[in-house]
């Protein structure tokens, strides 16, 4: 018995600490330094709805859109089956997939059979909800987008330049242009 009641108090303790104040302390420290991302940095518009988040891409195909890059995770863009196509680089499959999605981005960017194309304009991320597209790949699609808006390009441009974020801290990762940031200033929305 000696050692049955140690066991149990200790159980007890690390349940308490571990399953509930611990988390209760971490969520509290982030609802207080990091509110908007604590809570999945929302995007809302002037009337509260929620417009999507900062950090999930979402499908965009109207030609007056940004285009986010191809997305594998369930019926594309689908939070709850994230995941790329596992396919391997020697994949049939996913060579042909690459020619398709190539052609099509031409296609829809009136681009030259032979244009050389940023890998993410035919490549998913590994989650398949990567928001961000490279900012060659945003260049290669504002003729498209100007036009169908009737807008100047150099207006597209300026707004491209404006939702681009350079590396983390000037160090890590590549410069990127999140997508519905970008679509929501297109359209006059925060």
């Given at each position: 018995m000696q050692h049955v009641r140690p066991a149990i108090v200790l159980t007890l303790f690390f349940v308490v600490f571990t399953g509930f104040a611990f988390p209760l302390a971490v969520w509290a420290t982030a609802q207080l330094v990091f509110p908007a991302q604590a809570s999945g940095s929302l995007i809302r518009d002037a009337q509260g709805r929620m417009l999507g988040s900062a950090?999930?891409?979402?499908?965009?195909?109207?030609?007056?859109?940004?285009?986010?890059?191809?997305?594998?995770?369930?019926?594309?863009?689908?939070a709850a089956?994230?995941?790329?196509?596992?396919?391997?680089?020697?994949?049939?499959?996913?060579?042909?997939?690459?020619?398709?999605?190539?052609?099509?981005?031409?296609?829809?960017n009136e681009l030259a059979p032979d244009a050389l194309l940023p890998a993410d304009a035919v490549t998913g991320s590994a989650s398949g909800l990567d928001p961000h597209i490279s900012p060659a790949n945003a260049e290669l699609q504002s003729a498209r987008v100007a036009r169908a808006r009737g807008l100047r390009i150099e207006h597209v441009r300026a707004l491209v330049a404006e939702h681009t974020e350079g590396r983390t801290?000037?160090?890590?990762?590549?410069?990127?242009?999140?997508?519905?940031?970008?679509?929501l200033a297109l359209d006059g929305k925060p």
């Open positions: 950090l999930l891409g979402q499908a965009f195909g109207k030609p007056e859109y940004f285009h986010p890059r191809p997305s594998a995770a369930g019926a594309g863009y689908d089956s994230s995941g790329g196509t596992n396919l391997g680089p020697t994949s049939a499959k996913l060579i042909q997939g690459f020619l398709q999605l190539s052609a099509a981005y031409r296609s829809q801290w000037g160090l890590f990762g590549e410069p990127r242009v999140n997508v519905l940031l970008l679509n």
